[in-house]
Nanobody, 121 residues
Framework: QVQLVESGGGLVQAGDSLTLSCAAS??????????MGWFRQAPGKDREFVAA????????DYANSVQGRFTISRDNAKNQVLLQMNSLKPEDTAAYYC????????????WGQGTQVTVSS
């Protein structure tokens, strides 16, 4: 069973930056064939898409709310995906989850336990 472990969350002030990491292990296939994504869920709200990076590494996608502030990247040698978050806002406060799917699957199959990001005003 694929295991995803997020790290890097914390309490920051508005305008600060934070980088989240997601380490993948127990992979069925090589990490490079997985599409990777970040999602978040704030209290009382549904989980929402944040960012994704295709298995090829040359195609990324972002939610409108984070476009221009967040950057997703991957390091296939380390089986790792990063989410660089700049100019953080209080509305970015949420639990952030890493997700993975083999690139030809339509839905994300594997999820991490999440890491909390809290942005104070």
């Amino acid at each position: 069973q694929v295991q995803l472990v997020e790290s890097g969350g914390g309490l920051v002030q508005a305008g600060d930056s934070l980088t989240l990491s997601c380490a993948a292990s127990r992979l069925t296939f090589t990490f490079s064939v997985y599409d990777m994504g970040w999602f978040r869920q704030a209290p009382g709200k549904d989980r929402e898409f944040v960012a994704a990076i295709r298995w090829t590494g040359d195609n990324t996608d972002y939610a409108n709310s984070v476009q221009g502030r967040f950057t997703i990247s991957r390091d296939n040698a380390k089986n790792q995906v990063l989410l660089q978050m700049n100019s953080l806002k209080p509305e970015d406060t949420a639990a952030y989850y890493c997700a993975a799917k083999i690139h030809f699957r339509s839905e994300y199959e594997y999820w991490g336990q999440g890491t909390q990001v809290t942005v104070s005003s």
